[in-house]
C-alpha cells in the first residue's frame, strides 16, 4: 500500500493544557487518537497511557494469526486495562478516562478473519466521541458511531441532529476507556479505496466545525499537513474551546497489501 499520512495536535485557545494523544505509525499501519478528561494533567495522563497501550498490543500482535477484529478489540481492553492499574497506583486520578479511535490497514495474509478477503483489510475502533471520517469523491462519511448521550437520542428519535450541536448534554459520553464497567468496543471493517481520504479527530474539531467545512479543507488539493493545520486553525477560529487533534491519511495505492 502506498499512502501519505500526517498527525497534528493542538491546545486551543481556552484549555491550560492539551489531554488529547495520537499516534501516526511510520509505516503506516495504524493511527490513533485519543483524547483524555479528568482532574488537572489527570486526562493528559489517560490519553498517554492509552495511546501507548494500543501502540504496544498491536505493534507486538501485529504478525500474528489473530483476526484484526480481535486484534483491535484486545488492544483497546489493554489500554483499559492499564488506565485502571494506573489509576490504582494513582488514586487521585481514579476518574480520568479517554476516548480513543483507532484506523489499520493489515495484510490479509496476517490474519485468519474470514471476512480479510482482499489483500489489504482496514478495519476501526472507536470508543467515546472521538471520530472516524471517510472522504470519497465529494462525500465525507462518518465512519465511527458516538459513544454520547445525545447520539443515542437522535437514534431513539428523542434529538434532532440539529438539536445536538447546542444541546447541554453534547459531551456526556455514555462510554470511554478507564472504566471497570466499560462496554463493548465498536470494531467493524471498512472499505477503502486508492484515493479516499481517511480522518481521525477528537471533538475539538468537530464542535466547532460542521461536516459540511471538515469536506471542504480535508478536500484541498494542499499538502497534508498544510490540511491538518488548516482544519486546526479553522477551529481555533470558531473558539478553540477543547484541544484539537487530526490524523489524516491518504490512501494512494492499495497495491499487495503490504503498507
Request: hydrophobic share 40%.
Amino acid at each position: 500500500m502506498k499512502a501519505d499520512f500526517v498527525g497534528l495536535s493542538d491546545t486551543g485557545r481556552v484549555r491550560p493544557i492539551n489531554q488529547d494523544s495520537f499516534y501516526v505509525d511510520p509505516h503506516g499501519r495504524f493511527f490513533v487518537v485519543a483524547d483524555g478528561m479528568g482532574g488537572h494533567a489527570a486526562g493528559q495522563e489517560a490519553s498517554r497511557i492509552a495511546k501507548e497501550a494500543i501502540q504496544a498490543y498491536l505493534e507486538q500482535y501485529w504478525d500474528s494469526p489473530e483476526p484484526s477484529s480481535s486484534l483491535l478489540e484486545n488492544a483497546f481492553l489493554a489500554a483499559n486495562q492499564a488506565i485502571l492499574d494506573d489509576q490504582v497506583v494513582h488514586p487521585e486520578n481514579a476518574d480520568m478516562g479517554t476516548t480513543a479511535v483507532a484506523l489499520l490497514f493489515r495484510p490479509a495474509a496476517k490474519t485468519t478473519d474470514a471476512d480479510d478477503t482482499s489483500p489489504l483489510t482496514t478495519w476501526y475502533a472507536n470508543l467515546g466521541d472521538s471520530r472516524l471520517y471517510r472522504l470519497r469523491g465529494e462525500e465525507l462519511q462518518q465512519i465511527s458511531e458516538d459513544d454520547t448521550w445525545v447520539a443515542q437520542a437522535v437514534q431513539a428519535g428523542v434529538l434532532s441532529p440539529e438539536e445536538v450541536r447546542t444541546h447541554p448534554w453534547r459531551h456526556v459520553l455514555s462510554q470511554c476507556l478507564g472504566r471497570e464497567d466499560m462496554g463493548e468496543v465498536e470494531v467493524a471493517s471498512v472499505d477503502a479505496q486508492a484515493g479516499d481520504r481517511f480522518l481521525l479527530c477528537s471533538d475539538g474539531l468537530t464542535e466547532e466545525l460542521t461536516d459540511a467545512t471538515i469536506m471542504e479543507y480535508l478536500a484541498s488539493p494542499a499538502d497534508l499537513k498544510s490540511i491538518a493545520q488548516t482544519l486546526i486553525d479553522a477551529a481555533k477560529e470558531q473558539g478553540g474551546h477543547d484541544n484539537i487533534t487530526v490524523a489524516i491519511v491518504r490512501v494512494e495505492e492499495l497495491g499487495n497489501g503490504e503498507p
